[in-house]
């Protein structure tokens, strides 16, 4: 799965949010980093060269996520941890960020009110979640895919994982209530660009949870040649361009 999602997703979905919210982080000149959610480095790698004399430790729940991670971006500091019981002492870092992590958090309040613990007096909480799903153009196209191959039971993991925490509003209420005060909150839409749809497709269909989902309701060549023709029919073959949307937050402790 990481390969998969490194060769595909990264640099059509990812990279592009990676970027900016690299870029965000070093105007806070942090000192001490801390990345949840880090995945395969998509981020990690931006944030060192974006913030060159930071020391940024990165974190994922997935321990092959941390391997791969480790082995593309050795110059931060990889460890196994959970967002909800983070290995750091208290005050440790003065900034964390998170890029497309905390829809998957379990107990959001609790991980936020752990991300302050680890965060010292002033220190800021910067991370980006996805929109609904109708603002993501790619993955309206990979829902339309799995409805076309499974028209009576199509996965529904796109809308209720990563599009799951789609509301500001929820957002705020759940960093008030970990102690955070919201400083920024931003409605960000991007572009991405895939030059081929048939590989974004076995992207999501072999790199992220969807393979799971689809593996439970019988997968084999056909799925993916639905999900590849209603993709293509809705985005063209390649190179494709759609937009996609996201919330961008920063919160002090």
Do not use: I
Not at 139 to 148: D, I, N, T
Not at 210 to 221: K, N
Request: charged share 20%; proline share 7%; hydrophobic share 50%.
């Amino acid at each position: 799965m990481a390969v998969a999602y490194e060769q595909y997703l990264v640099p059509v979905v990812f990279r592009p949010f990676a970027e900016n919210l690299a870029a965000k982080a070093a105007a806070l000149r942090p000192g001490r980093v801390l990345e949840l959610a880090a995945g395969t480095g998509a981020l990690t790698s931006k944030l060192l060269a974006a913030a060159p004399s930071a020391e940024v430790t990165a974190t994922d729940l997935n321990e092959a996520m941390v391997a791969f991670g480790a082995a593309r971006v050795p110059a931060a500091v990889w460890r196994q941890a959970d967002a909800q019981r983070l290995p750091f002492a208290d005050g440790a870092f003065d900034l964390v960020v998170c890029q497309f992590g905390v829809m998957f958090f379990a107990d959001r309040v609790a991980a936020f009110a752990e991300v302050r613990r680890v965060l010292g007096a002033g220190g800021r909480f910067l991370f980006n979640t996805w929109g609904p799903l109708d603002t993501h153009g790619f993955e309206v196209a990979l829902q339309a895919g799995l409805e076309r191959a499974f028209p009576v039971d199509p996965p529904r993991f796109l809308a209720t994982g990563p599009h799951g925490y789609a509301d500001p509003a929820v957002v705020v209420a759940d960093l008030t209530a970990a102690g955070f005060s919201v400083e920024e909150e931003q409605k960000l839409t991007l572009e991405g660009r895939a030059p081929s749809v048939a590989d974004l497709a076995t992207g999501y269909l072999t790199g992220t949870p969807v393979r799971a989902a689809v593996g439970e309701r019988g997968d084999g060549p056909e799925v993916r040649a639905a999900v590849v023709e209603e993709m293509t029919a809705r985005l063209g073959p390649g190179p494709g361009t759609a937009p996609m949307m996201a919330y961008v937050f920063c919160a002090a402790a």
